[in-house]
């Protein structure tokens, strides 16, 4: 078997190197800006759920109290809570589609916020656990991935069952406007609807794609040239050196002229090892003389 030589090894070794350098290095940066575009999605969705929460509140603590003293007793929509806030955010999101804001219900007073099948799925995790106050995760859509952040929402106030527990507590205008199809029969404490936000993630996703590969080319060229200088630098240092000297040291040894001297190139080792060669041989030849001179009289003297 052919043993491979100095600049096959090396270059095997750096090429290794760098491959597994290349791959553990993009995917670790990857990982971590995906994490981080996570993080801001999620950063982003919290303060907007915030931005409902306060619409809810200010409808119901400023609008409601206000309108409701209207002497004209009809009912206006623009005092519930749910509505307001749901009528906002279907604003933002006339422009930026993927942030939307919706507060499904199993059993909704507006058939408009009648639960998808997904969030079905939510308001059934946040009946079973009344410990759990927030769900938030990513999920495809046709066009985009969505972070989506969702949170219960619970009757804690006697004043919503107003509205929300028969027909006939109701305000007659409301029945005329909503029907009394759905809305009703809710309880004290139960989770009737969830607030459910969602931010799009898509983008910042790409954008770390697009940084892992700048990332990836930029270690390329680096690597590349790193690899280039290395390999000449051996080739000039090491190789060619090392080549002649053992070509020298064969053509001197085979014509046994002393005064045939070994190159001395390369760097500082193989320098030093021309030299060791050099008085080696020379030595050499001195012994082979004086033996030349006593044939076969000491070798047995036994020292
Ligand atoms: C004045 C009557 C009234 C009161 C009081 C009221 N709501 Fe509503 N609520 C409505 C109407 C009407 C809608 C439908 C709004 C729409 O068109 O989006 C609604 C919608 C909702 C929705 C969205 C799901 C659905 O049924 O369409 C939730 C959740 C909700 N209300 C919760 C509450 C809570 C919690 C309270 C108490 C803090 C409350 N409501 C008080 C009338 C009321």
């Known amino acids: 078997m052919q043993v491979p030589g100095i600049r096959r090894t090396v270059s095997r070794i750096l090429a290794m190197v760098f491959c597994l350098g290349l791959l553990?290095?993009?995917g670790g940066?990857?990982?971590?800006?995906?994490?981080?575009?996570?993080?801001?999605?999620?950063?982003?969705a919290r303060i907007l759920l915030r931005s409902?929460?306060?619409?809810?509140?200010?409808?119901?603590?400023h609008i409601f109290p206000k309108i409701s003293r209207l002497p004209d007793g009809e009912f206006h929509a623009e005092t519930v809570p749910s509505?307001?806030?749901?009528?906002?955010?279907?604003?933002?999101?006339?422009d930026y589609g993927a942030y939307t804001y919706r507060e499904p219900a199993l059993n909704p007073t507006s058939s408009?916020?009648?639960?998808t099948p997904f969030e079905v799925e939510l308001l059934q995790r946040f009946r079973a656990d009344p410990a759990l106050q927030e769900l938030s995760g990513v999920r495809?859509?046709?066009?985009?991935?969505?972070?989506?952040?969702?949170?219960p929402i619970r009757i804690t106030q006697e004043g919503c069952l107003s509205c929300h527990s028969t027909p006939a507590r109701a305000p007659p205008a409301m029945l005329a406007k909503y029907g009394t199809g759905g809305g009703f029969g809710w309880e004290m404490n139960e989770v009737v609807a969830a607030q459910v936000l969602t931010v799009p993630v898509t983008q910042g996703l790409k954008g770390s794609l697009e940084l892992v590969g700048v990332l990836g080319l930029g270690l390329a060229v680096i690597f590349g040239l790193?690899?280039?200088?290395?390999?000449?630098?051996?080739?000039?240092?090491?190789i060619r050196p090392l080549g002649a000297l053992s070509r020298a040291a064969d053509a001197a040894s085979q014509s046994g002229d002393p005064r045939l001297g070994l190159p001395r190139a390369g760097a500082g080792e193989i320098r030093r090892l021309a030299e060791s060669i050099d008085r080696l041989r020379i030595s050499l030849g001195k012994a082979m003389g004086r033996l030349g001179r006593e044939p076969a009289a000491r070798p047995e003297s036994g020292d």
Do not use: K
């Open 83 to 94: 509505y307001a806030a749901q009528t906002v955010f279907r604003m933002v999101a006339s």
């Open 24 to 26: 553990a290095g993009l």
């Open 52 to 61: 409902a929460l306060a619409i809810r509140g200010y409808t119901a603590d």
């Open 140 to 151: 495809p859509t046709e066009t985009d991935r969505l972070f989506y952040l969702a949170r």
């Open 112 to 115: 408009a916020d009648l639960a």
């Open 226 to 238: 790193a690899y280039v200088a290395l390999v000449l630098a051996l080739d000039r240092m090491v």
């Open 29 to 44: 940066f990857y990982l971590l800006l995906q994490d981080r575009a996570l993080r801001q999605a999620a950063s982003e």
